[in-house]
């Protein structure tokens, strides 16, 4: 039994360290040479193999026959791996091109661009693009194909998360030729492999289930230990004010806050989408100046202030210049520079750095360029044209090139009405100037009424860009957060258990407060976006930081300490996700990701990454216990405990986070396992957290100072999987 033991947590050690080196094999070369070194070698399928059949010995002679929750759990994993071994060996991947009106075909190229012939024939009656109303932005990808089969046609549709079928053999929508006359679609044919592998993923789920409702798992012992019941510590408020400077130099013009707020009322097409001129203007204004305001004044004040005011604000230092090769060059000493500081006697500054450029230079290039096209008004695209043949909107601004087909009464409004409104500013008629911008939105909604937003969203949309604030949310979690953590650790040291619950109450409210905000946000940016918000870097860490008050509001009463853990994860969740705000962060979604599945599998991972975080900062916290000088054996084993219990649920959302989101590949591109970076740091993550629920085989983790360290430690693949890959390694996976 013991050499089975060895075998199978041995075998598993060498598979995680298998994979990791697998990735950054495919770094260092290609994915080409990490699929035929390590993914598709058979010493790798023979090591998965070992690593099956002695975890089965080892639970076989181990295990009791009663816990059957925990062999479900097991066997849906060994499955699982049956169906990726039926996959392997006997499943077809590849590629058919077809052209419009071309003879219909009856083989495919695999991988290795070998051809594989079809029991049947397929061709493609017609290739469409369809765009989101009133956009240029793709909304769906759409094949009309024809199947010959033995004398019999039948038709069919295949798009993106839209799946052909038909005699065992799939089509999944890839690409699409240039000319939009031909389709490049995915052909797999793998019976048995996805059966078996969709019968373990159905199993999984059925012991996730059974698991947590089981009697007799370490999940429900643990909600019974005397250590973890109520009044572990409680934890209390400490906040300051930080105080606010006020720049006493002359400020640049701007419109009345009411006259560039009726520009904000203005649809413009911006970002591949019809939103507010509003959204520009923030958008403009935060990336330009590192927030979404500037000096007191409004976004719009901002944006109308360099088209209207040019000459005012070249001339202010409002451009933010963070790195310093771009300062050199710029020839500035502080943060900020003015546009008047990127031209010298020589020209351009940044133009004559070289084309291997530091990312600080392509930054302030990019805010030079953006301030351009608003200055000329090229980013003002707020003229809507109807083409009537097609039905299609184009927008246009006010310098863009005459379109065939419009009227000259028409092509005069959108050359000259904006610079009408330009004259009226000018003359300080702001009365005139607004009903010369309700001409303008009045023309928006005659010509593009039909795609414009609804009154109702375009509302929604102006209310999100005012809360969405995510600055001082994550300074005041993360403040509050360590003056919690800092006070419990004190009393922890102390063997103290502080009073106040009135602190306690106000620390509660708090987290209320966040998640009503976080939530508010959230349902805004999904109903103004038309999708839920859970496809970009800058959505999913909203999510956790949102996740991560829920746990703690659900678990405040029985672990006051996750109180502090929860402020300080917000905190740093919001600040992540306040890195991304530079860029306009609302988009179309793309159509590979308009999937329901897609929601489900970031929400679980989400959930699963918050819980291993309050594992990581209790661990933090026993070992800052240990080392302290007093005896802390309980309050260090106590929190062992709740780390212990948390990583239940956190294995299982991870689980079942990652197979969802193979099923979601498997409708998406006819793969469920396609060795990403992220996919593989996703199964390296599971593979060591899955080791914390096995400490009656690794006697180690049931010590409370190693399991602390292990939590620590382990969090590293975390921060692999969701930083590491984005920025280092890329794939398929790195938009999130």
């Given at each position: 039994m013991r050499i089975l033991r060895l075998l199978s947590?041995?075998?598993?050690?060498?598979?995680?360290?298998?994979?990791?080196?697998?990735?950054?094999?495919?770094?260092?070369?290609?994915?080409?040479?990490?699929?035929?070194?390590?993914?598709?070698?058979?010493?790798?399928?023979?090591?998965?193999?070992?690593?099956?059949?002695?975890?089965?010995?080892?639970?076989?002679?181990?295990?009791?026959?009663?816990?059957?929750?925990?062999?479900?759990?097991?066997?849906?994993?060994?499955?699982?791996?049956?169906?990726?071994?039926?996959?392997?060996?006997?499943?077809?991947?590849?590629?058919?091109?077809?052209?419009?009106?071309?003879?219909?075909?009856?083989?495919?190229?695999?991988?290795?661009?070998?051809?594989?012939?079809?029991?049947?024939?397929?061709?493609?009656?017609?290739?469409?693009?369809?765009?989101?109303?009133?956009?240029?932005?793709?909304?769906?990808?759409?094949?009309?194909?024809?199947?010959?089969?033995?004398?019999?046609?039948?038709?069919?549709?295949?798009?993106?998360?839209?799946?052909?079928?038909?005699?065992?053999?799939?089509?999944?929508?890839?690409?699409?030729?240039?000319?939009?006359?031909?389709?490049?679609?995915?052909?797999?044919?793998?019976?048995?492999?996805?059966?078996?592998?969709?019968?373990?993923?159905?199993?999984?789920?059925?012991?996730?289930?059974?698991?947590?409702?089981?009697?007799?798992?370490?999940?429900?012992?643990?909600?019974?230990?005397?250590?973890?019941?109520?009044?572990?510590?409680?934890?209390?408020?400490?906040?300051?004010?930080?105080?606010?400077?006020?720049?006493?130099?002359?400020?640049?013009?701007?419109?009345?806050?009411?006259?560039?707020?009726?520009?904000?009322?203005?649809?413009?097409?911006?970002?591949?989408?019809?939103?507010?001129?509003?959204?520009?203007?923030?958008?403009?204004?935060?990336?330009?100046?590192?927030?979404?305001?500037?000096?007191?004044?409004?976004?719009?004040?901002?944006?109308?202030?360099?088209?209207?005011?040019?000459?005012?604000?070249?001339?202010?230092?409002?451009?933010?210049?963070?790195?310093?090769?771009?300062?050199?060059?710029?020839?500035?000493?502080?943060?900020?520079?003015?546009?008047?500081?990127?031209?010298?006697?020589?020209?351009?500054?940044?133009?004559?750095?070289?084309?291997?450029?530091?990312?600080?230079?392509?930054?302030?290039?990019?805010?030079?360029?953006?301030?351009?096209?608003?200055?000329?008004?090229?980013?003002?695209?707020?003229?809507?044209?109807?083409?009537?043949?097609?039905?299609?909107?184009?927008?246009?601004?006010?310098?863009?090139?005459?379109?065939?087909?419009?009227?000259?009464?028409?092509?005069?409004?959108?050359?000259?009405?904006?610079?009408?409104v330009a004259e009226q500013i000018a003359l300080g008629d702001y009365r005139k100037a607004c009903e010369l911008l309700a001409k303008i939105r009045a023309y928006q909604v005659k010509e593009a009424g039909h795609v414009l937003p609804s009154p109702l969203r375009f509302r929604a949309e102006k209310v999100y860009n005012r809360m969405n604030y995510s600055r001082p949310f994550a300074f005041a979690c993360l403040a509050v957060g360590l003056c919690a953590f800092a006070f419990c650790v004190r009393c922890l040291v102390r063997q103290s258990v502080p009073g106040g619950l009135f602190f306690s109450r106000l620390l509660t409210l708090g987290l209320w407060l966040i998640a009503v905000y976080l939530a508010a946000t959230i349902i805004l940016r999904g109903y103004v976006s038309h999708h839920v918000p859970l496809s970009n870097g800058y959505e999913t860490m909203q999510f956790m930081a949102f996740a991560t008050v829920s746990v703690t509001l659900l678990l405040r009463r029985r672990y006051p300490m996750l109180v502090a853990f929860g402020y300080l994860l917000c905190g740093l969740s919001l600040l992540v996700a306040m890195m991304g705000e530079a860029n306009p962060p609302i988009t179309r979604l793309m159509p590979v990701l308009s999937s329901p599945l897609l929601s489900a599998h970031v929400v679980t991972i989400m959930v699963a990454y918050s819980l291993l975080a309050f594992m990581m900062l209790g661990g933090v916290t026993g070992i800052i216990l240990h080392y302290a000088r007093g005896g802390h054996a309980l309050q260090v084993e106590r929190l062992s405990l709740l780390s212990r219990l948390l990583a239940y649920p956190a294995v299982a959302c991870l689980a079942v986070g990652i197979f969802i989101g193979a099923v979601w590949a498997n409708v998406s591109w006819g793969r469920y396992w396609g060795w990403d970076p992220k996919e593989v740091w996703a199964l390296i993550t599971l593979l060591i957290y899955a080791a914390a629920l096995h400490p009656a085989s690794l006697p180690a983790l049931r010590r409370p100072m190693f399991f602390h360290w292990f939590t620590v430690i382990a969090f590293l693949s975390v921060l692999v999987t969701y930083f590491g890959v984005n920025f280092l390694m890329g794939g398929m996976h790195s938009y999130a």
């Open positions: 947590f041995g075998s598993a050690g060498v598979l995680v360290c298998a994979l990791m080196a697998a990735t950054v094999v495919e770094q260092v070369c290609d994915t080409d040479t990490a699929l035929r070194a390590v993914y598709h070698a058979p010493w790798f399928v023979a090591l998965w193999g070992v690593t099956a059949v002695a975890g089965l010995g080892w639970l076989m002679g181990r295990l009791p026959r009663r816990r059957w929750a925990v062999w479900l759990w097991h066997a849906s994993l060994v499955i699982i791996l049956l169906g990726a071994l039926a996959t392997h060996v006997w499943g077809r991947q590849g590629n058919i091109h077809l052209r419009a009106g071309g003879e219909p075909v009856q083989v495919f190229a695999d991988a290795e661009g070998q051809e594989t012939a079809l029991p049947f024939r397929v061709g493609l009656e017609d290739f469409q693009v369809e765009y989101y109303p009133g956009t240029h932005s793709p909304m769906d990808y759409v094949s009309r194909i024809v199947i010959v089969d033995a004398g019999d046609t039948l038709r069919g549709q295949v798009s993106m998360n839209r799946i052909y079928a038909h005699r065992h053999y799939r089509f999944y929508q890839s690409s699409y030729d240039e000319d939009g006359r031909g389709t490049v679609l995915a052909v797999s044919h793998d019976p048995l492999g996805i059966a078996v592998t969709y019968a373990g993923y159905v199993l999984l789920l059925a012991a996730v289930v059974s698991f947590f409702c089981s009697p007799s798992t370490g999940f429900r012992a643990l909600l019974r230990h005397p250590l973890l019941r109520r009044g572990a510590v409680a934890v209390m408020l400490f906040a300051g004010c930080l105080p606010v400077s006020l720049r006493a130099a002359e400020r640049p013009a701007v419109l009345p806050a009411e006259v560039a707020a009726a520009f904000g009322e203005l649809h413009v097409y911006y970002n591949g989408r019809i939103c507010p001129l509003q959204t520009l203007a923030r958008d403009f204004t935060l990336k330009l100046c590192g927030r979404a305001s500037y000096r007191g004044f409004t976004p719009e004040q901002v944006l109308t202030g360099w088209f209207f005011f040019y000459d005012d604000w070249k001339a202010e230092p409002c451009i933010r210049i963070p790195r310093g090769e771009a300062r050199r060059l710029l020839g500035v000493e502080g943060s900020h520079a003015s546009l008047s500081d990127f031209v010298g006697p020589e020209g351009y500054k940044l133009g004559k750095s070289g084309a291997s450029v530091g990312k600080g230079v392509r930054e302030a290039d990019e805010k030079f360029q953006l301030v351009s096209m608003v200055a000329t008004g090229n980013m003002l695209k707020l003229y809507p044209v109807c083409d009537a043949e097609e039905g299609r909107v184009s927008w246009l601004s006010m310098v863009d090139d005459r379109p065939e087909g419009i009227e000259a009464s028409q092509w005069l409004f959108v050359r000259k009405s904006l610079g009408l």
